[in-house]
């Protein structure tokens, strides 16, 4: 039996409906891709350059106050020793 060209007709359209929603969906879907990938990118930049800056700030902290932090450390460094040598000792 052969279909009436009324038939053929609505499935022709209902082929090129289907595919059009098709492209319409598989557009969108990589345009939101495509931001999220920017997103990804600007998080990245953002978090490098809040790295470096993080950096300088503790190297201009040390710069400036490095020899307050180094006499901090010496007597921390030596209480810790001999605390370590006193359980040492005691076991």
């Given at each position: ?13 209902a082929m090129d409906n289907y595919n059009y929603k098709l492209k319409v969906r598989e557009r969108k879907w990589n345009n ?60």
């Amino acid at each position: 039996m052969c279909l009436g060209s009324q038939a053929r007709a609505a499935n022709k359209a209902a082929m090129d409906n289907y595919n059009y929603k098709l492209k319409v969906r598989e557009r969108k879907w990589n345009n939101e891709l495509g931001l999220i990938r920017t997103q990804r990118v600007q998080h990245d930049q953002t978090m490098d350059a809040v790295h470096v800056g993080l950096g300088n700030q503790y190297a201009e902290i040390q710069e400036k106050y490095g020899d307050q932090i180094h006499k901090q450390r010496k007597p921390k460094k030596i209480a810790l020793r001999n605390l370590q040598q006193n359980q040492q000792v005691i076991n």
